[in-house]
């Protein structure tokens, strides 16, 4: 179970061999690996020098000042190299107290790192700052208007909804959103809905304009379509009724509608305001009337629990998913041709939209405060993905990202130290 925990922390944080962060942290043990081999290479230098000079049967000067200067510098040297390497282990193996600093605390530091993100970047002045500073809409906007966002945008819908469509004919699936949004769906109240779309239609002027031109079209129909309406009255007709009384019956019928018709066209005709007038009530009584609303709901509940509606919105969705499987499949397809154009006119939209824009940043700045909210569990977080990586990837994680620059602390300390030796012998010989 434990080397199971262990191989799986290892794979989440050592990334996977070829990829982009494989190649650089290659990079970066080639780097700690040469530091390691120089800081090495001087301390042996040192050392080599100090074995030379003992060497000498009659020292003078410069060979005293030589080993002086070395001796400092392997003290140096080894002192750093001590201190370096007991963050990471202990020395030599050796159990030395105050030595693996980070093994030993692990837990404590994944808590500091926690406490450190949540107090010092995760707040609101900070992370506010930074949003507005960043201009994400505008910068969202600039992006989805760039000539080459969109094709980009496109050919990864049209790579993705494919599976979502097949993943969407899981039968098990459709009988789960079939009782959650099934359920939902009978339980909306859609009567103060429907009045208040009748009513935001109706108030335009717009309204009035379609309304009439659909009036004329019924009255041209009426006239092109007056034979077939004397025929359908000769159908339901007596026998012993004359032919020509049939059709001034039809006569009758196409007229009187064209009249009817004609007099709705007016808009202050007394059918036109008539007809206003019921279908304010109408909405009245869809977004008041308890008897109506009922009504309405228990109308859409049979309609929607029909067998046959079942089976038609079930043919409907199997032709129109198959359909666009086809054109997804195709080099020219409409969805990825529609998804470019949207992106285009989206981005577009947006950059000469300043309100919209402003729109964009108070939702993305209210989330960020919402996620705010979550630093203390954020850093929780944190602290228990440190406290739970395997020790040794831990350890050789943070030597492989700071160790090649710690090499060079022991460089300097072998000649810091080397050079502090030479100006204590110079020192001591001036004094002396």
């Not at 943070?398 to 100006?423: F, H, K, P, W």
Request: aromatic residues 6%; charged residues 25%.
């Amino acid at each position: 179970m434990s080397s199971d925990r262990s191989r799986s922390l290892d794979t989440l944080v050592a990334p996977p061999q070829g990829s982009t962060a494989s190649v650089a942290e290659d990079a970066l043990r080639r780097r700690l690996n040469r530091n390691r081999l120089l800081a090495t290479s001087l301390l042996v230098f040192m050392g080599a020098v100090l074995l030379g000079t003992h060497l000498v049967t009659q020292p003078g000067f410069l060979v005293r000042l030589l080993r002086a200067t070395a001796e400092a510098g392997i003290v140096g040297g080894l002192a750093d190299w001590f201190a370096v390497t007991a963050l990471f282990r202990h020395p030599l193996g050796i159990p030395i107290p105050h030595t693996a600093i980070i093994p030993s605390n692990q837990e404590r530091i994944g808590q500091t790192l926690g406490r450190f993100l949540e107090r010092h970047f995760l707040t609101e002045e900070v992370l506010l700052r930074k949003l507005r500073s960043a201009q994400a809409a505008q910068r969202l906007s600039d992006w989805l208007a760039a000539p080459a966002t969109a094709p980009v945008l496109a050919e990864a819908v049209a790579a993705a909804l494919p599976y979502v469509i097949r993943t969407l004919d899981n039968k098990d699936l459709q009988d789960f959103a079939r009782r959650s949004v099934g359920e939902q769906v009978q339980q909306a109240d859609i009567a103060p809905v429907m009045g208040r779309a009748v009513r935001i239609m109706t108030a335009s002027g717009e309204s009035d304009v379609l309304f009439e031109r659909a009036l004329g079209v019924a009255s041209q129909w009426l006239e092109e379509n007056r034979e077939q309406i004397f025929q359908l009255v000769r159908e339901r007709s007596r026998w012993w009724i004359p032919r020509t009384i049939d059709r001034k019956i039809a006569n009758a019928i196409v007229t009187g509608s064209a009249e009817l018709l004609n007099d709705l066209r007016e808009p202050e005709s007394d059918v036109r305001l008539k007809f206003r007038e019921a279908l304010n009530h109408l909405v009245d009584d869809l977004i008041n009337s308890p008897a109506q609303r009922e009504q309405i709901n228990a109308f859409k509940n049979r309609i929607l629990e029909h067998p046959e509606v079942k089976a038609w919105v079930a043919v409907v969705w199997r032709k129109s998913s198959r359909a666009m499987l086809e054109d997804l499949s195709q080099p020219d397809s409409k969805a990825r041709m529609a998804v470019e154009k949207l992106c285009l006119l989206v981005g577009r939209a947006l950059a000469t939209d300043a309100t919209m824009l402003k729109h964009i940043d108070a939702i993305l700045e209210r989330f960020t405060v919402y996620l705010i909210s979550w630093r203390h569990e954020i850093g929780a977080f944190v602290a228990e993905v440190v406290r739970s990586w395997d020790t040794r990837t831990l350890v050789d994680r943070l030597e492989l990202v700071v160790g090649s620059d710690l090499q060079y602390i022991r460089m300097n300390g072998t000649i810091v130290g080397a050079i502090a030796g030479c100006c204590i012998f110079l020192a001591s010989q001036l004094l002396g």
